[in-house]
């Protein structure tokens, strides 16, 4: 087995070297689809490449569809797919298996998560990212007395937001529950763990409903205009909101135009801990690609040291491998590095996995927890019976797609209970 | 109520008073369209700060920094010129079809005739992100995939509505008797149709056209998903605006509205070309 | 030769619509039908069974029922000003018709920096000091005001689409028609409603068919004023076929509009019967 992935390393290694001329490789990707983020993947990440390649990034639908018809027809142009973790769980079936890509370098928990469940290298991590607290400095003075920003817990972020609400006459809490907005990973890996130890089985246990009526008690110091929001930066900046929850690369921008006047630091804990969930980008090699090599060439080199600092700097997601960054990164970059490491470090961190073994149903499965914020928070609905009937809902799905549990839930046989 | 029965002196007083509320209707609406894209253009020229601060400014700065970056960004004058072609593509496609479509369903009554105008009506009714997927297989699979030619049929089969039965109602407006009289003088029907029918019509011909034009201009979702080398401006533009920063925003909305603006200038004369019929 | 022409003129277009319509759109019928590859109503029951379902539906339908008759008015009262001047004609034509241009994605980012709480709306309210602090308009508490505001942004955007249809017609209709009723005594609204109208029945089917199906389409306008706290038809298509990725349902979805729209589209047809020709 060893000799033969090593026959595939030379093998692929020495394509590198012979295809200079090979066809182009389109790059079929859901990140860096900010403008200036496509910008820089093109002309920093991808220039050294030895080949041609064509970066092309599409919204997740045009992304889905054009994938899916590839793959029904039999042939296409893409050679290489980015996307997250959850897009490629449908797609499974249609991707190359790419064990012969050399991971050595890579966290293992995301070298595992790439293989969806199956014995095959599905897709390989590209980049990873999480999320954290941002605030903005005039905020800081309303922070509750003996309260420490690297230590948080939720009830001192609702008191702090009481705080600010009270001293400005605003609610100036801003949270991403607009229409592009990740809301649902704030319910899946932070509030829901860090009150309850868990994401699934103990949806409707005693401490979720503590930890919905924490969030209300949050939500009241909440800009109301947060079902507006999905990208929190515009909002700090704008001076809409001047505390606020979002993935890093949401908040980037922020820190890059007014690096003096914003701070980030981890997510509150609760009595569980410091729930915190990873976001892992991969990428993939669909089975309808012309060229198999030149787009496994492409991967390697995606995931050397130098391209995933560059990668970095244009997009804001981390290197999945071990690197030394240099010290001129972003100021995006240098303060979301710092949250990260304080979460991660803290004595009560508690990581949640990103969902594994849900199939095409991962996203109905975020959509649980969409519907349970929108069902309670904005439509006002008894706490106690909604999740008593979305926890209904979760329970047919889980066992629809007959999903193990995953951290932070205790490993289960079959399908993860919900009690 | 009419006019005679209203003394000279009063009469004038009246007349004036009507001449200023109509000038004060016309203002009003020049107004409600004007300005919300007098904001666009604003936000488009001015600096970031201004864009995402308050209070806002109402008269752009001329902070040119959102609108270079797009005209720097790598194939936009390639994307352009493909949007173009597409559009004009479109445009010859709908109303080729669409006009004698639109022509037989004014001038004959036939076996048939309600049933093609609901199947129009329901190519226009039907969400095209979910026939997206059966047309790229069906693309991918003929060659046509990846082709000008390609989006400017999906393209059309999203203006052919607005072709037949814009040219429905103008032709059904256009006094059958017109036609009969040429025939009277010895013209062929096509004759006919040409040198009295068309005239006549020319003004919905270029409203179909607009449309058209317009329509594949600003389609966003078959264009990502059908064209990858030769992608269009709004493909290239639009669907990364709305997870760009506000200011990239607003200057790649407005680069997207100008070219059409252009078009629709270019083509006003024959849009309302109202010395038709009306001053015979 | 005479009894096939019609049918020859609508080849084109037929064949056009089978090839490009009718085959994808068989594709999603069945999916809408199946799951799992068995034939099923299970797509539809859970469609309806979902707790957005009736409120994204009836929030179509009033946005619909809301916004159509105001452009309806709207779009005559541009033709008729248009007409009515014997200056500036075009230039107003053209201005009226600017609209036309925007694609619903770059409306919904206009109104939304109207609207937003550092908007333009906050920003003129604070210039004239009616208010010392920007006001939050698009709240999910004051659903009112978001529904308000995406009908002002759905009438800004498609008024003119209807009125370029609308001034098209009226400029066939011959001026002796007015001429002659005015000889009779009849006012300027009398003409208005018993001349004007009634000739202008062809464009007016155009212009609210075109329109009712295009609301029933309302998506981008929507989500970028109300996000998902104003839950539309088409917003869930979307959402199940993509974030859901569950394409039996949306397919279901689909097919409640183009239900709701053929339907609609049938009683104008209904209530502005067309005669063949329009012998005048």
Partial sequence: MKSKLKLALIASASILVSTSVAAEVLFWSTQARPIEETQAVREQVLSGFDGAVTFEPAEEGPWQTRVQAELQAGSGTIGVLGALHGDFTPLSDGLTDLSAVDVSAVAPGFVSLGRLETDEQKYIPWMQATYVMAAHRDALEHLPEGADLNALTYDQLIEWAANMHEATGQPRFGFPAGPQGLKHRFFQGYLLPSYTGSMVTEFRSEAAEAAWEAFLRLWEHTNPASTNFSFMQEQLISGDAWVVFDHTARLADAFNQQPDDFVAFPPPAGPEGRGFMPVLAGLAVPKTARDKDASMALVSYLLEPETQIATLRATNFFPVIEVDLPDDMPASVQAAGAAIAATSGADDALPALLPVGLGALGGQFNQIYNDTFERIVLAGQPVRAVLDDQAETLRRLIEEAGAPCWAPDAPSEGACPVN | ?280 | MNRALPYLLLLPASLFLLVFFFYPFGLVVVESLTRGGEWTTENFTRMTGHWKFSTAFWNTIWLTAIVVPVQLIMALAMASVVQKLKTGRAGLLYIFAIPLGISDLAAGLVWLAIFEQSGFLNSILHAFGVIDRPQLYLGYQSLWVIFLAVCLAEIWRATAIMMVIIVAGMGLIPKEYNEAAEVFGASAWQRFTRVTLPLLRPSLQTALILRILMAFEVFAVVMALGGTTLPVLMGETFQWQFQLQDRGVAAAYAMVILGLSVAFSLVVLRLLHVPKGARI
């Fill in chain 2, 1 to 280: 109520m009419s006019d005679v029965t209203i003394p000279g002196p009063r009469r004038e007083e009246v007349n004036r008073a009507g001449r200023f509320l109509f000038g004060a209707g016309i203002a009003l609406l020049v107004l409600w369209v004007l300005v919300p894209i007098w904001f666009l253009f604003v936000n488009a020229l001015s600096a970031p700060s201004e864009v995402t601060g308050f209070p806002k400014r109402f008269w752009p700065s001329f902070d040119l920094a959102s609108v270079r970056f797009f005209w720097n960004f790598q194939g936009v004058t390639n994307a352009l010129w493909n949007s173009i072609k597409v559009a004009v593509l479109t445009m010859i496609l709908s109303i080729g079809m669409g006009a004698p479509a639109g022509y037989a369903l004014s001038r004959f009554d036939f076996p048939g005739k309600e049933f093609f105008r609901v199947l129009v009506i329901m190519t226009r009714a039907f969400p095209l992100p979910l026939l997206a997927l059966p047309l790229a297989v069906m693309f991918i699979r003929t060659g046509l995939d990846d082709t000008v030619l390609g989006l400017a049929l999906v393209h059309a089969m999203l203006a052919l509505p607005f072709a037949v039965l814009i040219t429905f109602s103008l032709f059904s407006g256009i006094p059958v008797e017109l036609e009969e009289a040429a025939w009277t003088l010895g013209c062929t029907r096509l004759q006919a149709f040409v040198k009295v029918v068309l005239p006549l019509a020319l003004p919905g011909i270029a409203a179909s056209a607009v449309f058209a034009f317009v329509i594949s201009w600003n389609e966003v979702f078959a264009a990502a998903v059908l064209t990858i080398e030769n992608r269009t401006l709004t493909a290239f533009l639009l669907q990364s605006l709305n997870v760009s920063p506000l200011p990239l925003k607003f200057a790649g909305g407005a680069a997207l509205v100008l070219p059409a603006l252009i078009f629709i200038f270019a083509v006003r004369k024959y849009l309302f070309a109202m010395w038709g019929i009306a001053n015979r």
